[in-house]
C-alpha cells in the first residue's frame, strides 16, 4: 500500500494491513492501514471497544502486530488517560528522571528536567510533591515526562477525559503547541470522545471495524459524527 521510500521517512508513521486478535478469538485491528506524513496534531474518534487503545500499544510496542508491519523511526511515549497510572515517584523531578538515559551527567539531567517542565507551564515545580498535584497539573506532569524522555511521536489516550474544562484546555493548548511549533515540532496521535476538540487538530479520522479512515478536517467528522447521532435519536 505504501512505498518504500515512505517506510523509511524518520518524520513518518505507517501501519501497513496491521491485523491483531486476542486470544478469545476476538479481531481488534483488521487490516488496519493509515500514514501520518509527519508532525501535528492527529485525532482519532471511535466508539468503546472499536480498537484505539490496542492500536496504541501495537504503536508503541506493548504489543506486536500479528499481521502487517508498523513503520516508525519516530520514538514514542504513552500518556494515559490516568496519570496515576504512569506517575510512580514522589516529586515531579523525581519522576521524570525515570525516563532520563542513564549516560546523562548531573547538569544534562537537570537541564532536561528544566525545560520539560517548562514546556508545560510548571517551571520551579521540581521539588512538589504528586500528592498535592492537582488532575490537569498531574497530566501536565505527564506530558513532560514524554518530553524529557525525548520522544518525537506522543500517543494520547483520551487525556482530558478526567480533566475538568480549564484544565482539558489547557493540555490540549501545551499539545497543540507542541505540535505546531517552528522549531522541532513533534507528532501526536490523539484518542478523544470529546468532539469539540476535533476541531483543533491537524487532521482527524473515525476507527470502527478495526480501521482507521481517511484523515479529513477535524470539523467536517464531528459534524457528520454529530447529523447520525440527531438521525438515530
Not at 518524520?11 to 501497513?16: F, G, H, P, Q, R
Not at 515531579?92 to 551527567?105: H, K, N, Q
Request: charged content about 20%; glycine content about 8%.
Amino acid at each position: 500500500m505504501f512505498s518504500a521510500d515512505a517506510s523509511q521517512d524518520s518524520s513518518c508513521l505507517i501501519l501497513d494491513k496491521v491485523s491483531f486478535a486476542w486470544p478469545s478469538g476476538t479481531k481488534v485491528l483488521d487490516r488496519c492501514s493509515f500514514l501520518i506524513p509527519g508532525p501535528g496534531l492527529w485525532m482519532i474518534v471511535g466508539s468503546n471497544g472499536s480498537g484505539k487503545s490496542t492500536l496504541f500499544r501495537l504503536i508503541s510496542g506493548m504489543l506486536h502486530p500479528q499481521e502487517g508491519h508498523i513503520y516508525s523511526q519516530l520514538t514514542p511515549a504513552l500518556v494515559c488517560q490516568n496519570p496515576d497510572h504512569q506517575l510512580l515517584l514522589p516529586s515531579c523531578e523525581s519522576d521524570l528522571s525515570l525516563g532520563l538515559p542513564m549516560d546523562l551527567t548531573e547538569s544534562e539531567r537537570q537541564e532536561r528536567i528544566d525545560d520539560a517542565l517548562r514546556q508545560v507551564g510548571m517551571s520551579e515545580m521540581n521539588s512538589r510533591p504528586l500528592h498535592t498535584l492537582s488532575g490537569g497539573q498531574k497530566q501536565r506532569l505527564a506530558l513532560a515526562g514524554a518530553l524529557a524522555s525525548e520522544a518525537k511521536l506522543m500517543l494520547l489516550d483520551e487525556p482530558t477525559a478526567l480533566l475538568d474544562p480549564v484544565s482539558q484546555e489547557m493540555v490540549l493548548s501545551i499539545v497543540q503547541n507542541l505540535c505546531t511549533r517552528s522549531e522541532d515540532p513533534i507528532t501526536a496521535l490523539w484518542i478523544t470522545h470529546r468532539l469539540e476538540e476535533l476541531q483543533f487538530s491537524t487532521r482527524a479520522a473515525v476507527m470502527e471495524n478495526g480501521q482507521i479512515g481517511q484523515w479529513q478536517p477535524g470539523s467536517l467528522i464531528s459534524n457528520r459524527i454529530r447529523s447520525l447521532a440527531l438521525r438515530r435519536g
